[in-house]
Nanobody
């Protein structure tokens, strides 16, 4: 298995929380930063968050700062996205991927994309 597997999506009311998980293979996880992206219907895929291999550096798009938290468990080859205070505009398919080159918010800097997990936030 090379592609990661995302889970944890679902339907939640505005103001609610979800925790997404992304289980990757050791080969595409170890020593790499990891990122989360999302794609809403009719829109381009957009950067959400990124975390360095050590977990010491994290990056977020402005619209989720203070609401979302990215973290990782290197022993489990898993990266997480805790999403709080969800809004209807957060509705999208969420993907995780491995950052293989420079460019934190650039989707072309990432490889080994998962199939995604649907997050739907009702108003």
């Amino acid at each position: 298995q090379v592609r990661p597997v995302e889970s944890g999506g679902g339907l939640v009311q505005a103001g609610g929380s979800l925790r997404l998980s992304c289980a990757a293979s050791r080969r595409t996880f170890s020593n790499y930063p990891m990122g989360w992206f999302r794609q809403a219907p009719g829109k381009e895929r957009e950067f959400v968050a990124d975390i360095s291999w050590s977990g010491g550096s994290t990056y977020y798009t402005d619209s989720v700062k203070g609401r979302f938290t990215i973290s990782r468990d290197n022993a489990k080859n898993t990266v997480y996205l805790q999403m709080n205070s969800l809004k209807p505009e957060d509705t999208a398919v969420y993907y995780c991927a491995t950052r293989v080159r420079d460019g934190v918010s650039d989707s072309t800097a990432y490889d080994y994309w998962g199939q995604g997990t649907q997050v739907t936030v009702s108003s």
